[in-house]
């Protein structure tokens, strides 16, 4: 049996309505360390992870993401800015992958600790698609064999091509195995939000990150729900924006029990 090879596509563009250049933010000011420094610096220390690639979009402004391929001495390629789909797939395709490990460029802190569970169980059922779900927005990851990703771009529609890239498997569970990797009870925090999207989700994900910098590139997602708990007049500035939906227990027609 030929070993899988997991490839993280990372889609990356400067746009943004409501916050330009998120990715491009900092976490850290005074170290200079932006969410993609930090996510990068993530996907490396991830044993699972064989190769990561950018996937560009487009544009003039998108160029400044080639500096931060070479600066990290990693893969990039650049592609249509509305197909995000296909830019995944041409990130699996350059880097030779198997599968695919997705996250989206404006959530610095991902559920790390779940990785290498989710890569075993996604190799030893066969899965085509293994996620996780349940936890705070923004932390939740993604693996997809290519061929899942391909068949999802050649059955999909526009919508099912753009940022909303796993549309088509979620309107067509049918047609994929797709298993959630259960977090432990503590970890379900559907309450909290840890993605940035506008300001003040910037403002929260910097008091985090200098709180727990020594713990980068793979801070626990329970000493960061412990600390807002401890201190909820932080997370408060962002609770307006806050979605509790899970984005795959419908599909696979899980019961989510509330945590709180």
Known sequence: MNKRRLVAALACRAGGARLYGKPLQNLDISGNITILDHLIAGMKACQEI????????????????VDYAKKHQISYIFGSQKDVLWRLIQCGRMGKATDVFRITSECPFVAWELVSKAWLEHQENKNDITVTDFMSEGVNFELYTLDALEKSHAKGGDYERSEFCSAYARRHPDEFKIQIIEPPQRLRRLDLRL?????????????IYNTFKMHAPHIPIEKIIQYLDSNPEIHQIVSSFVDQTPIWASVVNMEYEDSN
Request: charged share 35%; glycine share 6%.
């Open 50 to 65: 064989d190769e990561i690639v950018l996937g560009i979009s487009e544009g003039h402004e998108n160029e400044i993401f």
């Open 195 to 207: 993605t940035v999207d506008y300001p003040e989700d910037l403002i929260l994900c910097r008091k």
